[in-house]
């Protein structure tokens, strides 16, 4: 998959998350947002939930709770990264 592919894959993800939370933060930081998810999916690249749906859909899940509940940004942002670091050689560090 090249780099276009994979940026495309889950940018309907990406909008729908944005907007949610645009919806109550018009000044949301879209950049720490697309950057966390973006991290995120990279992460969990070939990872695939028991469902057979790629494994992004979960911390994406976590993320769009956070944004129904109107949490900042920086909480939806560690929503979209709380299972890299489990789930991957990822560390803490290289996440900060």
Known sequence: M????????HQDLVDELLEAVAAYNPQVDRDLLIRAFRYAEKAHEGQLRGSGEDF????????????????????IAAALLHDVVEDTDTS?????
């Open 92 to 96: 803490p560090e290289e996440i900060r």
């Open 2 to 9: 090249s780099v276009v592919e994979s940026a495309e894959k």
């Open 56 to 75: 992004i859909i979960h911390p994406w899940g976590a993320a769009k709770i956070c944004a129904e509940l109107r949490l900042d940004e920086q909480t």
